[in-house]
């Protein structure tokens, strides 16, 4: 029986350093979560924002190099060829807007402009009613900061 006690009593440890492990990541991720910067803070670097249910876009384009966006006129649909030629009047507009698609997640882009320089935008929606309304709202003198809110807004609930 002392046999038994011992087998058991060394077990035991493990046990714990095992919850105690699971306790200690479920902490973390928790204030992980927590304290994450809402998309558009960034952290001053230029580099895109990832916080919570907004997705990537540029905050500051300073020192950040811009992806080119593909001819237009490789594109048939006449909303499609018009999307991307948006896109390469007003990179940097894009550039400072989400996607709502899940292409951050699926291929990495971290804009909207990310999708024009790719055939991605030629097969979502998404991108070419983005851009669409962002041109109508550069138009109308809207702030940068104004059109991606209305972006957000609109598209919020899909994530």
Partial sequence: MT??????????????????ALALIAVSVAAYHGSSQPSGAGD???????????????????GIVLPKTLPPERFREDKVRYAYEVAAKIPETLAQLPC?????RTVGHKSLLHC??????????????????????V???????TIRQEIVDRYSDMR
């Fill in 116 to 137: 024009y320089a790719d055939q991605h935008a030629a097969y979502c929606g998404i991108c070419q009613d983005s851009a669409l309304w962002a041109e109508k709202r």
């Fill in 100 to 104: 709502y698609c899940p292409c951050d």
């Fill in 3 to 20: 046999n038994h006690k011992k087998v058991a009593s060394s077990r035991r440890p493990w046990k714990v350093l095992a919850v105690a």
């Fill in 139 to 145: 138009k109308e003198k809207a702030a940068i900061a």
């Fill in 44 to 62: 001053g670097t230029g580099r895109p924002s990832y916080g919570g249910a907004v997705p990537p876009y540029y905050v500051d384009l300073h």
